[in-house]
């Protein structure tokens, strides 16, 4: 955990069986949260060169037209998807690591 700057984010991916994962993890204030990378409105992947967050770090951002999620819980405050939310993907932190729950 000490590489996830706070706030931060990072994407990643898995594969399992056929299937690949595409999510991210946000590190806001000590809290880490996990989310699905695919925008509600379109869904293409979030970040663009793995920059989920605006330059101020205090919201997530979808590269691909700009709409605006809160960190905590992933509802988007500005942009075509307004109201709408991020799938959660459940995390937590285990030592330095952080795990789906």
Wanted: charged fraction near 20%; aromatic fraction near 10%.
């Amino acid at each position: 955990m000490t590489d996830l700057a706070d706030p931060g984010a990072k994407g990643f991916r898995f594969q399992d069986g056929q299937a690949m994962f595409a999510g991210f993890v946000v590190r806001a204030g000590g809290r880490v949260s996990g989310y699905v990378d695919s925008c509600p409105h379109a869904g293409w992947p979030l970040a663009l060169f793995d920059r989920y967050l605006t330059r101020e770090g205090d919201r997530i951002l979808c590269g691909g037209h700009g709409a605006l999620f809160r960190l905590e819980d992933g509802v988007c405050t500005a942009g075509p998807c307004a109201g709408r939310a991020l799938e959660a993907w459940p995390v937590r932190v285990e030592g330095e690591a952080v795990v789906t729950a």
